[in-house]
């Protein structure tokens, strides 16, 4: 078994690269990149939205009908 971060390989069809293996530290690092730019962009998201703010009485009665 191999130790050390391994280099990519790609797998070619017709002379043109169809996919890529990759270390699985890397791929944990690329998904893990990937992730956060998610998070960040729905932040930036919400963020643009304007804050609406009730009263506690009408979230109540909506979470908690009948209480």
């Not at 293996?21 to 944990?28: P, Q, V």
Request: glycine content about 4%; proline content about 4%; overall charge negative.
């Amino acid at each position: 078994m191999r130790c050390g971060k391994r280099k990519p390989r790609f797998i070619v069809e017709d002379g043109k690269r169809i996919a890529v293996t990759l270390d699985i530290a890397e791929y944990d690092q690329i998904v893990e990149y990937v992730e956060e730019i998610e998070d960040l962009v729905a932040l930036q998201e919400v963020r643009e939205e304007p804050l609406q703010f009730r009263s506690l009485d009408e979230f109540l009665s909506e979470h908690n009908p009948g209480v």
